[in-house]
């Protein structure tokens, strides 16, 4: 019953929380995916990791830029958790794309935040990363080539 209560829950402030973050109230959005994180006690599941993929989100929205890092780092722990754990299981293309995407999305929004604190070797192998995961991705290689100019 805990877990079904759990479940509605996480849902109902996640839905909140995406509302906020597209009605740009990025505080007030930080504070529902917390609450999505503390009923789920920060399971290593593709929902929860989008949940840490939109708060990092808020994160560089508000400035708060040390914390988008270790909160990047944090994502980027349960995605490869999330791949060691499911890659003997046949896991969907969707879900494939789902966990790449938002791979690369932390690996972006990381490399931003560590170009404006001015760690460029740092932004520098993060938008690396990014461009591993989508090779193609015009936007990201522009983003690298501005910090790399710097």
Known sequence: IQSKLDSKLFIQYRDEANEL????KFFEALEMYEKCLKVTRKATTLDNISIYVNKIACLLFLEKLER???EA???IRLIRNFRNKNENTKMSKEDKERLKQMDLRVA???GNALAKLARTIDAIAEYER?????PGNASVQKDLDKIRKQ
Do not use: F, P
């Open 21 to 24: 973050l597209k009605a740009k």
């Open 130 to 134: 990014a461009l591993k995961i989508d």
């Open 68 to 70: 988008v890092v270790s």
């Open 108 to 110: 972006v929004r990381k």
């Open 73 to 75: 780092n944090e994502a």
